[in-house]
C-alpha cells in the first residue's frame, strides 16, 4: 500500500489511528501511526483480537493550518488555568474544554493532548505531540511547572502575555487602516481616469489639430493605450499585487523587507524598541516561569522579529559560555538604556525576571507614540501624495483645453 505524501521532498504522511486495545487485562485508548488498519495490532506489539477499536484520525501533517492561527491559545490557556485554579483534575479539565469545542481542527488537537495525558504522559509530552497548535514557548512554561503546583499561574501568565501580544497587533493593524483604504481609493480613482475618462477625452482632443502639450501628449497616449486594453492593465497589476504578496511570504524576503523598514528615520527606531519589548515580556515569562536563561532564550529564537535572531542566538552562545545575560545583551545590541540598567539591578538582586517585565512595560508606550506617529506623519504624507497623482492627471487633461481657449481669444 503505497503512504501518502505530504508535498515536501523526502517526507510523508503515514495514517494515524485513535484505538481502544486489550493491555494485561486493562483498557487503554492509544493514538499509533500505522500504514494501514492491518497493521495496527503489530504497530501495538498485541494480538489482533486485543484491539477493540480503530479510528482513522487526521494526521497534523494531513491538514496542515498554521501555528496558533485556528487554536485559540490564549483562551485555552486561560480557560485550563480557570479550571486548574477550581480545582478540577488536569484530565478532567482538559475533556471539559473538549467538549465545549466545536472546531474538529481544535477537537482534534485536543483528543491528541488527552490521548497521551491518559496513557501517564506529562502534559509537556503531549502539548509537544501537538505542534501544529501548541510552540514551545508553552510547552516549556508548562514542562516548568506542572510538578510545582504552580501550573495555573503559569498558564495564566501565558494568557496574558498572548493578550498583550494581540492588543499590540491590533493597535497596529487600526493604524495602517486608514492609510490602506487611501490608497484604495486613490487607486481606484487613477484607474478610473486613465482607462475610462482619459482614452474618452483624447478622442474630443483628436478632433482638433491644436498642438498638445508635451506633457499631455504623452499622458493621452498612455491611456489610449490602457483604455485599449483594459484586461491587460488590470491583469498586470492583479499579478504584480500577486506576486509581491508571494514574495512577502517568504520568510527571507519578510525579513528583509522588516530589517529595511527598521532603518526608516522616525518609524525604525520605534519599531525596532517594540521588538524588544516583546523579547523582554517573552524572556520574563519564561524566567519566572522557572526556565533556565539559556534555554529561554533558545525558546525565544522563534518569538523575536526576524532581524534580532541571529542577535538572540548569539547572546545564547555568550550566556553558555558563562558570560551574564546584561553583558551579552550589551554585546549583541538588544538592551535599551533602560532595559540595560534594569537587568544589572536584577541580577545583583536575583530578580531578572521581574526587571525584564518592568522594562518591557517601559517600553510599551512606543506602540502608542508609534501609533500616533502614523496618524501624524503617514496619513498626510499619503494624502499628499495620491492628491499630486490625481491632480497631476486632471491638470494634465484640461491644459489642451486651456491651450485652445487662449488661442481662441
Partial sequence: MSVPSDGRAGLTTVPQFQTRVLRAGAVSTERVEAPDRAAVAAVL????????????????????WRRNSRFPLQLFSQELAVLLDAGIALLEALNTLREKEGQP??????????????????????????PQAFDELIVAIVAANERTGQLSTALAQHARYLAWVDALRSRLV????????????????ILFLLLYVLPRFAGILEATSADLPWASRVLIEFGQTAGAHPGLVVGGLAAVAFAVFALLRQPAV???????????????????????ARLYRSLAMLLASGVPALAALKIVVDVVAGPWRAAVQAAAAQVERGERLSAAFDAQDLATPVARRMLRV??????????????????????????DLLTRLVNPALMLIMGVLIGGIIVLMYLPIFQLVEQVQ
Fill in 45 to 64: 506489539g498485541v494480538p489482533p483480537q486485543h484491539v477493540l477499536e480503530v479510528r482513522e484520525v487526521a494526521s497534523a501533517a494531513a491538514k496542515p
Fill in 105 to 130: 481542527g481544535v477537537r482534534s488537537a485536543l483528543d491528541g493532548v488527552i490521548t497521551q495525558i491518559e496513557q501517564g504522559q506529562p502534559l509537556s509530552t503531549a502539548l509537544r505531540q501537538q
Fill in 174 to 189: 487600526a493604524a495602517l487602516v486608514y492609510p490602506l483604504m487611501l490608497l484604495g481609493v486613490g487607486g481606484a480613482v
Fill in 254 to 276: 519578510r525579513q528583509r523587507a522588516q530589517a529595511a523598514l527598521w532603518t526608516l528615520p522616525g518609524l525604525g527606531p520605534r519599531l525596532r524598541v517594540l521588538a524588544l
Fill in 346 to 371: 536584577g541580577e545583583r538582586s536575583g530578580e531578572v525576571a521581574a526587571m525584564l517585565e518592568r522594562a518591557a512595560a517601559f517600553h510599551d508606550e512606543e506602540a502608542a507614540r508609534l501609533t
